[in-house]
């Protein structure tokens, strides 16, 4: 763990990611490989997230995914699954400027989300592959790991700050708890 | 602390990662039904100390609405089921008789 000089972690807020919001009865065929061809990413499972924070598919709920892309290549991302999905009952919608990126990175990174997070973030319980929906102290938010040290957390942008805010606060110098 | 598992996500959900909605299984009278049936649909509710049926939603996670059965004395959790059954599903029922063998069912 770190020492009490430097910050459990460092909190950065990413530039513009691309995000499609896509809603379809994922149990269905057609649509699972419609959904796989338009993004060339294959379905996550409950609570998974395939490929990376910045083009792959994040399980929102049981008909929900998210879709990471380029910025600049949501609005068209959007237009393609709308097309791919022509005939089943879906919505696909940029929501790019609704929600801001954070990296955390650093040796705390469990503890700085265990302090703020109703999530048991020990290691063997929560890791890599797992994308969690939940509250960051006072507001909703996902975020999974990209390796033991790496974690990408999403909210909304309306309350970015405050989300910024509240993780910096918990990866203060001189704060760990030793927990994990 | 209550904690339910969200039927949905399989997660055990902290109490603070979910919103309550009030009693499960509600019947609705609606247009056309008597004054007595609406008074009873809109205000009546039950409030046991003992075996409950509620609705939850998780709120903070996949937004899902779900309905529990626990009890109001212990917070002691029955289990947890999907919103899309009318009724308590058996497993449910025969989960609660098992610890409160003198529970006599919903009113």
């Known amino acids: ?180 | 602390m209550l904690i339910l598992t969200c039927p949905y996500c399989g997660l055990a959900a902290d109490e603070t990662e979910l919103s309550p909605g009030g009693e499960a299984h509600l019947k609705r009278f609606g247009p056309g039904s008597s004054d007595d049936a609406f008074t009873g649909y809109l205000f009546h509710r039950e409030n046991p100390r003992g075996v409950h049926f509620e609705r939850w939603r998780h709120s903070n996670g996949c937004g899902k609405w779900f309905l529990a059965a626990r009890c109001t004395v212990t917070l002691e959790v029955f289990g947890t089921y999907p919103a899309q059954t009318t009724e308590p599903p058996a497993a449910i029922l025969d989960a609660i008789r098992a610890k409160r063998p003198d529970w006599e069912g919903r009113a």
């Open chain 1, 1 to 180: 763990m770190s020492d009490a000089m430097t910050a459990l972690a460092t909190v950065t807020l990413l530039p513009p990611q691309g995000m499609v919001t896509l809603r379809a009865d994922l149990g269905d065929a057609t649509v699972r490989a419609a959904i796989e061809t338009a993004t060339g990413h294959a379905v996550p499972d409950t609570r998974s997230i395939t490929g990376t924070g910045e083009a792959g598919l994040g399980w929102m709920s049981p008909d929900e995914l998210m879709v990471f892309t380029d910025r600049e290549a949501a609005p068209a991302l959007a237009g393609s699954l709308a097309e791919a999905l022509a005939g089943q009952h879906h919505l696909a919608l940029d929501v790019s400027d609704a929600r801001a990126v954070f990296l955390v990175e650093g040796p705390g990174v469990r503890e700085v989300i265990a302090k703020l997070c109703p999530v048991d973030m020990a290691p063997g319980v929560f890791g890599p592959g797992e994308l969690r929906r939940t509250r960051l102290a006072q507001v909703a938010a996902a975020f999974w790991m990209e390796s033991e040290t790496r974690l990408r957390l999403v909210c909304f942008r309306s309350v970015a700050r405050y989300a910024e805010d509240v993780l910096t606060n918990a990866a203060r110098p001189g704060t760990a708890v030793g927990l994990f």
